[in-house]
């Protein structure tokens, strides 16, 4: 077969590999390069995939054992199988990497195994061990080569993979260990310490920041703080970590309060750093080709276009939110702009998740953002605990709240803490794709007892009473 190609697409995630699809659906002939012995990338193999097979296994076990006997359900001598449940995440991981695979042959798509490195333009070469480089010709080149663990900025951080881990390894461990520092308070420090906390670690997180989860709407994030704080997680906010090291089989974890104090010390059997990621570009050679860089990031327009014709980027080694669903709904829309088309991201409606029980997904604006935009907004909030579906499954903790616009009514940002919201979240989000307004939600019908209802309660709590509280 020739080696000559309408697209090359670097990097197998969620952004690569669903942009291999589109082009190929569009018909052009397509090849992947991918250095890893699977497909998928970091989604897939070591992220989103692994840990939600983690979340739903400690969840099951946490209910188990604390939860069903309210519901009339004992269950006698609940015990844990680690190794059971880490064969349940890699059976999971291996069907998705396989499925992707079946996808790549299905849609006629190349796939090359090796390192991509951008040659010139047009031109990528294939390194893959023992063997000599591979050059592919390709009209066009899409850059989906992801991020990497960022580590601590400032901090040489010798992580061993097993006392002083990252996300890729925690997913990993061999055993529960009986105590485990989590550095960051983000996505991936609250979900897999939530994990880690329900198979009975006693999980500490150490966070920069004044809150968890940075950047999300403020009373949100205190909400579900309380959360965690009463399932038995301890926070350490505005303390920045200064050093990390294992002795022995054990982690200690320095860090000073960021308004200045004196230092403390925690031991742990596992240190998780989760600060961060950054993005992946080593060994692409995009320096030789002039490929134009913005803070770590490659550099893009509207269009996902770099500056030299013909490469394209997209996904987390360029700029937005490292979230998988943004990387692959880009990988679309570059498919559709390199075949002519119209590609388009809506950047203003793209969801957030964080998957740990209860669930908190937002889309669109905080309220702190629009208090510092100057916008005049209202708020609607309605809690679980008066909604009769989640009363009837003892899932009562959390809210729904709707943020809109104070003469327009026009939806600006929807947060929910609560059983099912990272389902819920997308009422909202095609509401917004479409311009709506909470006045539209609240006049939908809503099946009743669904936990939705609190999604439309809290929308008539934006310019009417609630009906249910
Ligand atoms: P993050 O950026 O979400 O959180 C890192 C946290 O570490 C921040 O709150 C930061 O203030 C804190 N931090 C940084 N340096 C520190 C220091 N020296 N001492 C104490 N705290 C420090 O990064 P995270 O959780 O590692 O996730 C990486 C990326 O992966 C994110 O972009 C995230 O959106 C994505 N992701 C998304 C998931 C989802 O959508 N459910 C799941 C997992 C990851």
New binding site residues.
């Given amino acids: 077969m020739s080696n000559s190609f309408d697209v090359t697409i670097i990097g197998s995630g969620p952004g690569g590999y669903v942009c291999a699809i589109k082009c190929a659906q569009l018909g052009l002939k397509t090849a992947v390069v991918e250095k890893s012995p699977t497909l998928g990338g970091t989604c897939l193999n070591v ?2 995939i692994p ?1 939600k097979a983690l979340l739903h296994a400690s969840e099951v076990y946490h209910e188990a054992q604390h939860g069903m006997a309210d519901l009339g359900v004992k269950a006698q001598k609940v015990s844990l199988d680690l190794n059971a449940m880490m064969a349940h995440k890699d059976a999971t991981v291996k069907a998705n990497v396989d499925g992707v695979a079946f996808l790549m042959k299905k849609n006629g798509i190349e796939v090359f195994h090796g390192t991509g490195r951008i040659a010139e333009p047009g031109k990528v070469e294939v390194i893959s061990d023992g063997d000599s480089a591979q050059t592919i010709e390709t009209k066009n080149i899409v850059i989906a080569t992801g ?1 990497e663990v ?1 580590g ?2 400032g ?1 040489d951080v010798a992580f061993d993979d097993q006392t002083i881990v990252s ?1 890729d390894h925690a997913i990993a461990l061999d055993n529960v260990p009986k105590s485990m520092v989590v ?7 609250l ?1 897999l310490g939530s994990v880690w906390s329900r198979l009975g670690a006693k999980v500490k997180v ?4 004044d809150t ?3 950047g999300m709407d403020g009373s949100t994030s205190k909400q579900f703080q309380r959360i965690l704080k009463k399932q038995g997680l301890t926070f350490h906010l505005k ?3 200064t050093a990390v090291e294992a002795f022995g089989k054990k982690g200690k974890v320095k ?1 000073e309060p960021t308004d200045g104090g004196e230092a403390q010390t925690l031991e742990a059997d596992v240190v998780l750093v ?4 950054r993005p992946f570009t080593t060994g692409l050679g995009l320096e030789d080709v002039g490929v134009e860089m913005e803070r770590g990031m490659v550099k893009t327009d509207a269009h996902w276009r770099t500056n030299i014709q013909g490469i394209y980027a997209i996904g987390d080694v360029t700029s937005g ?4 669903h943004k990387a692959e709904d880009e990988g679309v829309a570059v498919a559709e702009t390199i075949a002519g088309q119209h590609g388009h991201v809506n950047y203003g409606v793209i969801p ?4 740990t029980m209860p669930e908190v997904a937002s889309v669109g604006a905080t309220e702190e953002q629009l208090k510092s935009d100057g916008v005049d907004y209202v708020s609607g909030q309605f809690p679980f605990t008066a909604n009769g579906r989640a009363r009837a499954m003892n899932a009562t903790e959390g809210f729904v709240k709707f943020l809109a616009h104070k003469a327009t009514d026009k939806v600006l940002g929807v947060h929910i803490v609560g059983f099912g919201a990272g389902d819920m979240i997308h009422e909202a989000a095609v509401l917004m794709e479409f311009g709506g307004s909470s006045e539209d939600l609240a006049r939908t019908c809503h099946a009743h007892p669904t936990l939705s209802e609190a999604v439309k309660e809290a929308a008539l709590a934006t310019f009417a009473k609630p009906l249910h509280i």
């Fill in positions: 992220g989103c840990s991020s960022a601590i900025p901090l996300s550095i960051g308070g983000g996505v991936i420090g979900e150490v966070e920069y920041l968890i989860l940075g303390s920045k970590v860090f989760a600060t961060g990621r939110p490292m979230l998988a957030s998740v964080v998957y």
